[in-house]
Nanobody
Framework: QVQLVETGGGLVQAGGSLRLSCAAS????????ITWFRQAPGKEREFVAA?????????LYADSVKGRFTISGDNAKNAVYLQMNSLKPEDTAVYYC????????????????WGQGTQVTVSS
């Protein structure tokens, strides 16, 4: 079992930055693939970025955030971060971190553990 808690959301103007954190307890992050998803009102949950320590720190990004968002982790702190720069109104959503063991997937249905989410709102 792993418990996840996201923090760092808020309201920001377009072009601004936010840094989201995902803190884990219960198990060490190194055993899991950690992924950020987001869900806007009326839309399906979508993949944002993922990191795999067992894969040598391998990262993966959705095309819509590539070059603007950076996922990183601190194994000693059992934490994963999502640095979001050049934010756009279309980035407005509830952001979730999720964890699973085994292969890294961009499909949210494959994930077993979820945080409660943190709201990110980007004003134009």
């Amino acid at each position: 079992q792993v418990q996840l808690v996201e923090t760092g959301g808020g309201l920001v103007q377009a072009g601004g930055s936010l840094r989201l954190s995902c803190a884990a307890s219960g198990r060490t992050f190194s055993d899991y693939k950690i992924t950020w998803f987001r869900q806007a009102p009326g839309k399906e949950r979508e993949f944002v970025a993922a990191i795999s320590w067992s894969g040598g720190g391998y990262t993966l990004y959705a095309d819509s955030v590539k070059g603007r968002f950076t996922i990183s982790g601190d194994n000693a702190k059992n934490a994963v971060y999502l640095q979001m720069n050049s934010l756009k109104p279309e980035d407005t959503a509830v952001y979730y971190c999720a964890a699973r063991r085994g292969f890294l997937y961009s499909d949210y249905l494959k994930y077993d553990y979820w945080g409660q989410g943190t709201q990110v709102t980007v004003s134009s």
